[in-house]
């Protein structure tokens, strides 16, 4: 049986901030920390069957960065649902609004333009 690892590092600053986010994987293709902005951890609780979750970034993430890093986010979890359930309906869904959402982000950035 083969085991895998992934490990973070999250750097804090003074007001217990993350200042530097880094990580690394031991099926990564590349030896070493890599540095990231942000990190979206969810794990299923079985004991209380919700989820827990654990979302960081660093101050240098902007707001347009978040936005779609979490609309990435969404549109993996479309194809998830549909490859591990095969729920069309669901995961047309969670596609539709991330179409939704990235007019928005859009919108958003030629109006600050």
């Not at 479309?78 to 990235?102: F, H, N, P």
Request: with cysteine; charged share 30%; glycine share 4%.
């Amino acid at each position: 049986m083969k085991t895998s690892e992934i490990k973070f590092k999250v750097t804090l600053d003074e007001k217990n901030l993350p200042k530097s986010i880094e990580w690394d994987a031991s099926d990564k293709e590349v030896d070493g920390m890599e540095t990231t902005k942000s990190i979206s951890l969810n794990v299923w609780d079985n004991l209380n069957n919700n989820t827990l979750r654990i979302d960081l970034w660093t101050q240098d993430l902007s707001v347009v960065e978040m936005k779609r890093f979490y609309i990435d986010i969404l549109g993996g979890m479309s194809q998830t649902i549909l490859s591990s359930t095969g729920d069309e309906y669901m995961s047309e869904e969670m596609k539709a609004l991330c179409d939704r959402l990235v007019e928005h982000v859009n919108e958003e950035n030629k109006k600050q333009q």
